[in-house]
């Protein structure tokens, strides 16, 4: 498996901005799959983007237009730019991996707060 560690989360007010980074223990070069999950209190955990090895990112509806993924292979980290941050927005933000033989990875999450 893959050790996976986010920073980044923090409060910001609304249309606001963060960055979120993922740094992972070893070359993600051949993990088939990264992206970023978000899980709000008593909602289910949601896939908010994603991108597989050779592929470009996809996103949930709701954040075309203001978030932004990227996978850095030479850094083993991926990314989410963050712009215009909703209230809604509000959740602890997970990085994901999935790989063909140890399957998922997850990190410890970052709380990421919008709110004035």
């Known amino acids: 498996q893959v050790q996976l560690v986010e920073s980044g989360g923090g409060l910001v007010l609304p249309g606001g901005s963060l960055r979120l980074s993922c740094a992972a223990s070893?070359?993600?070069?051949?993990?088939?799959?990264m992206g970023w999950y978000r899980q709000a209190p008593g909602k289910q955990r949601e896939l908010v983007a994603s991108?597989?090895?050779?592929?470009?990112?996809n996103y949930v509806d709701s954040v075309k237009g203001r978030f932004t993924f990227s996978r850095d292979n030479a850094k083993n980290t991926i990314n989410l730019q963050m712009n215009s941050l909703k209230p809604e927005d509000t959740a602890v933000y997970y990085c994901?991996?999935?790989?063909?033989?140890?399957?998922?990875?997850w990190g410890q999450g970052t709380q990421v707060t919008v709110s004035s």
């Open positions: 994901h991996a999935y790989e063909l033989i140890w399957g998922d990875s």
């Open positions: 070893r070359s993600i070069v051949s993990i088939y799959r």
């Open positions: 991108i597989t090895s050779g592929g470009s990112p």
